[in-house]
């Protein structure tokens, strides 16, 4: 709701965690001269019954994700940040399957958990996560950013 309400995605705590996994700073993640966000909507479309984020719709994504991909060209690192993104560019699939095989992608696709609060405990269960995708993940930013 507070990426929602600022009108930026990734302006909450996920956002904090984000930025770190890729090893940015507030002032680059936000320079959309070198870094662009394409979020599944461009909404935040609620809570379920359980207090969980309701899915983007998919006529979102159907209705403009080609043209905002369209104009933000061909960036050298693409991120699929969680399983909706990824289900969209590469079919469906298991998200830990996915990034646990990040090789298989890099360097120009990273698929990612969701970094939300909500996906702590998975990242607990996989430290694999931090202490083998981080370095590279952040390691290809950095060569890219130069």
Request: with cysteine; glycine share 8%.
């Amino acid at each position: 709701m507070r990426a929602h309400q600022s009108g930026k995605p990734f302006d909450d705590p996920s956002g904090v965690r984000l930025r770190d996994w890729m090893g940015l700073d507030e002032a680059t993640f936000w320079n959309r001269d070198m870094v662009a966000i394409i979020p599944m909507a461009f909404c935040f479309p609620g809570y379920d019954a359980n207090g969980s984020d309701i899915a983007p719709p998919r006529i979102c994504a159907k209705t403009w994700r080609g043209r905002a991909l369209n104009h933000a060209g061909r960036p050298p690192i693409t991120l699929l940040i969680g399983g909706y993104a990824q289900d969209w560019h590469l079919g469906r699939g298991k998200v830990t399957d996915r990034v646990r095989n990040w090789r298989d992608h890099a360097p120009g696709i990273w698929c990612l958990p969701h970094p939300s609060w909500r996906n702590t405990a998975w990242l607990k269960k996989h430290p694999w996560f931090a202490r083998e995708t981080l370095p590279a993940l952040r390691a290809t930013i950095q060569e890219a950013l130069k």
